[in-house]
């Protein structure tokens, strides 16, 4: 393995773990801060929400964008207004500014990580790039391990407030690595003319590739599962089971565990069976763990170590899907990879949203609706790989 290889899966990881740490380290905050701000569960599951859209939609622009000028100009430009969507963020008011602020966040955080998924596929393709994306993955690991407990470590000397600082402090280390770490992979002889036409010719050649979509939605459904978790999570555990926020921090820390750790076996799985075949054998194990967690919760199991240890279980099988689904998807499309790539994340983005919209309506303090979202993502994944990927291409992969 080259230095080069782990160079870029460093600056790669930590670029794209932006978005995420805005996620991950203000979560043991929530519960705060619907207190300090005097505002509802719902209102403050909001800030997570809006955070969601903003991070899905917007990366249909910075895609196309970066096909056109080079990966580094938008991504200078997202982590900017990230940073400055943070700084709004910890001089908040108010729910409602707060909600407008986290908006902002995920303007400038849709940026970070479209375009590193973009630099995967200038890069490499097949196992390389999936062997790549689970590097990246490693490091992105950082934000579910360690953002909670910084979070949690700022939360309770400092107040919630802190944590948006801290953010912002991670922004302007990531400006730096771009200005001097990562090279442009997207050389001007290969950047493409986009225009409204353009685009829009794009995005339709995409959405008219059935196995594009499919790929896309196996991933998307499969992050859901985990944003419905992000959403209740710290209710449940901190509100419900009584965690203190740094409890909430570890043991959010080893629920992750199991999808980082996973994750890194994705490349060598993929060049020993063939990605297609990884992913519909991760998937259908994914769903059939948690269909026997909804069992059990939903029989009255109220046990914080068993939840725990079904989560561990199925999260680590996602851990298999994600990376996985994300190479296989930009594998055709190669002269396009910003818009697919861009494509891909909006549409997963707004999936996660709608779900978390799903999971918060059904909210009641307990374990069983985030469990219940978690299955229903997990069934629908399945299905959606079983009309995707044909038995004969996992076949004649696993043959090669």
Same mark, same amino acid.
């Given at each position: 393995?080259?230095? =080069?290889? /782990?160079?870029?899966?460093?600056?790669?990881?930590?670029? =794209?773990? *932006?978005?995420?740490?805005?996620?991950?380290?203000?979560?043991?905050?929530?519960?705060?801060?619907?207190?300090?701000?005097?505002?509802?569960? !719902?209102?403050?599951?909001?800030?997570?929400?809006?955070?969601?859209?903003?991070?899905?939609?917007? @990366?249909?622009?910075?895609?196309?964008? =970066?096909?056109?000028?080079?990966?580094?100009?938008?991504?200078?430009?997202?982590?900017?207004?990230?940073?400055?969507?943070?700084?709004?963020?910890?001089?908040?008011?108010?729910?409602?500014?707060?909600?407008?602020? +986290?908006?902002? @966040?995920?303007?400038?955080?849709?940026?970070?990580?479209? /375009?590193?998924?973009?630099? /995967?596929?200038?890069?490499?393709?097949?196992?390389?790039?999936? +062997?790549?994306?689970?590097?990246?993955?490693?490091?992105?690991?950082?934000?579910? *391990?360690?953002?909670?407990?910084?979070?949690?470590?700022?939360?309770?000397?400092?107040?919630?407030?802190?944590?948006?600082?801290?953010?912002?402090?991670?922004? *302007?280390?990531?400006?730096?690595?771009?200005?001097?770490?990562?090279?442009?992979? +997207?050389?001007?002889?290969?950047?493409?003319?986009?225009?409204?036409?353009?685009?829009?010719?794009?995005?339709?050649?995409?959405?008219?590739?059935?196995?594009?979509?499919?790929?896309?939605?196996?991933?998307?459904?499969?992050?859901?599962?985990?944003?419905?978790?992000?959403?209740?999570?710290?209710?449940?555990? /901190?509100?419900?089971?009584?965690?203190?926020?740094? @409890?909430?921090?570890?043991?959010? &820390?080893?629920?992750?565990?199991?999808?980082?750790?996973?994750?890194?076996?994705?490349?060598?799985?993929?060049?020993?069976?063939?990605?297609?075949?990884?992913?519909?054998?991760? #998937?259908?194990?994914?769903?059939?763990?948690?269909? $026997?967690?909804?069992? $059990?919760?939903? &029989?009255? #199991?109220?046990?914080?170590?068993?939840?725990?240890?079904?989560?561990?279980?199925?999260? !680590?099988?996602?851990?298999?899907?994600?990376?996985?689904?994300?190479?296989?998807?930009?594998?055709?499309?190669?002269? *396009? !990879?910003?818009?697919? &790539?861009?494509?891909?994340?909006?549409? @997963?983005?707004?999936?996660?949203?709608?779900?978390?919209?799903?999971?918060?309506?059904?909210?009641?303090?307990?374990?069983?609706?985030?469990?219940?979202?978690?299955?229903?993502?997990?069934?629908?994944?399945?299905?959606?790989?079983?009309?995707?990927?044909?038995?004969?291409?996992?076949?004649?992969?696993?043959?090669?």
């Amino acid at each position: 393995m080259t230095t =080069s290889f /782990i160079r870029n899966a460093l600056v790669l990881g930590l670029l =794209s773990a *932006i978005g995420p740490f805005a996620i991950d380290m203000y979560l043991p905050a929530l519960p705060t801060i619907a207190a300090d701000l005097h505002a509802s569960t !719902a209102a403050t599951q909001m800030t997570l929400m809006i955070f969601f859209i903003a991070f899905g939609v917007c @990366q249909i622009v910075y895609g196309p964008v =970066s096909d056109m000028v080079g990966r580094k100009p938008p991504l200078y430009f997202g982590i900017v207004v990230f940073a400055l969507g943070g700084i709004g963020c910890g001089l908040s008011p108010s729910i409602e500014w707060l909600i407008f602020f +986290r908006f902002v @966040q995920g303007l400038g955080a849709a940026a970070v990580m479209v /375009i590193p998924r973009a630099i /995967i596929r200038d890069l490499h393709t097949g196992a390389d790039a999936t +062997r790549l994306m689970s590097l990246i993955m490693l490091v992105f690991s950082v934000s579910p *391990i360690l953002a909670p407990l910084t979070g949690s470590a700022l939360i309770v000397p400092f107040g919630w407030r802190a944590v948006f600082v801290a953010v912002t402090i991670a922004a *302007i280390f990531s400006f730096l690595l771009v200005a001097f770490v990562l090279k442009e992979t +997207r050389p001007p002889e290969e950047r493409v003319e986009v225009s409204v036409r353009s685009v829009l010719d794009g995005f339709g050649i995409l959405l008219r590739d059935w196995r594009f979509l499919g790929l896309t939605f196996i991933g998307g459904f499969g992050m859901s599962s985990f944003f419905a978790f992000l959403a209740s999570s710290s209710f449940v555990y /901190i509100g419900h089971f009584g965690l203190t926020p740094t @409890q909430y921090s570890l043991a959010f &820390s080893v629920n992750a565990i199991g999808f980082i750790g996973a994750s890194q076996f994705s490349g060598y799985l993929a060049e020993r069976f063939g990605i297609a075949r990884v992913v519909s054998v991760a #998937v259908t194990c994914y769903t059939a763990m948690s269909a $026997v967690m909804f069992a $059990v919760i939903a &029989s009255g #199991v109220d046990n914080l170590a068993v939840l725990m240890a079904l989560l561990f279980v199925a999260f !680590a099988w996602l851990g298999l899907v994600i990376p996985s689904t994300m190479v296989l998807s930009l594998e055709d499309h190669g002269p *396009i !990879a910003g818009m697919a &790539s861009a494509l891909g994340g909006t549409l @997963q983005m707004i999936t996660g949203a709608v779900m978390i919209v799903v999971a918060s309506a059904f909210f009641n303090g307990k374990a069983l609706p985030m469990v219940a979202t978690i299955a229903a993502c997990a069934v629908i994944a399945f299905v959606l790989t079983r009309l995707t990927l044909r038995p004969n291409e996992t076949a004649s992969q696993l043959a090669e």
